[in-house]
Antibody
Framework: EVQLVESGGGLVKPGGSLRLSCAAS????????MSWVRQAPGKGLEWVSS????????YYADSVKGRFTISRDNAKNSLYLQMNSLRAEDTAVYYC????????WGQGTLVTVSS | DVVMTQSPLSLPVTLGQPASISCRSS???????????FNWFQQRPGQSPRRLIY???NRDSGVPDRFSGSGSGTDFTLKISRVEAEDVGVYYC?????????FGQGTKVEIK
């Protein structure tokens, strides 16, 4: 069974940093691209970032470019999102999802940016 | 960026009756590899999104056959042949052809 489990969310002050993790199981992690998608409270879905199998191709939404960094550790079956210079508008549930067409999703982790 | 426009944004439906959601993209979603990477997602209340349909008309594993997707180019439709209570939620379209990936605003399906 495919499982994606996000962690690392929490309350952070504007300008602060947070690192999200996504632990994958039930599939061969190293052979799939991975993505992050977020959802602000009561709002729709917003794609954040994607990373290819080999990290050769990385993509970001303009809203996070230069502040967020996606990475992966295939040996640990894990996906990461380093979030710096956080703003109030980054407050959202962050989901990791498998592949570039978002087949499987995790349960999400809530990030709240507030003073 | 490719803009995805869904309609309607709210869809009250009667149990057992059909429902249809439209999604239009601001540019063609035909990829250079010949595929059209267009997906539909369902998000039930309090749950994570779940993909229902990929590449316009292919149902994901476990998706009931009352859900069907159609369309081409820039115009796409999700149809539910007979709405059941478990279909309540928000439905999103998403294009997976161009970067950045973009979603529609969401269509809230509720029972009358």
């Amino acid at each position: 069974e495919v499982q994606l489990v996000e962690s690392g969310g929490g309350l952070v002050k504007p300008g602060g940093s947070l690192r999200l993790s996504c632990a994958a199981s039930g599939f061969t992690f190293s052979t799939y691209s991975m993505s992050w998608v977020r959802q602000a409270p009561g709002k729709g879905l917003e794609w954040v970032s994607s990373i290819s199998v080999s990290t050769g191709n990385i993509y970001y939404a303009d809203s996070v470019k230069g502040r967020f960094t996606i990475s992966r550790d295939n040996a640990k079956n894990s996906l990461y999102l380093q979030m710096n210079s956080l703003r109030a508008e980054d407050t959202a549930v962050y989901y990791c999802a498998r592949d570039l067409q978002l087949y499987y999703w995790g349960q999400g982790t809530l990030v709240t940016v507030s003073s | 960026d490719v803009v995805m426009t869904q309609s309607p944004l709210s869809l009250p439906v009667t149990l057992g009756q059909p429902a249809s959601i439209s999604c239009r993209s601001s540019q063609s979603l035909v990829h250079s590899d010949g595929n059209t990477y267009f997906n539909w997602f369902q998000q039930r209340p309090g749950q994570s999104p779940r993909r229902l349909i990929y590449k316009v008309s292919n149902r994901d594993s476990g998706v009931p056959d009352r859900f069907s997707g159609s369309g081409s180019g820039t115009d796409f439709t999700l149809k539910i042949s007979r709405v059941e209570a478990e279909d309540v939620g928000v439905y999103y379209c998403m294009q997976g052809t161009h970067w950045p990936r973009t979603f529609g605003q969401g269509t809230k399906v509720e029972i009358k």
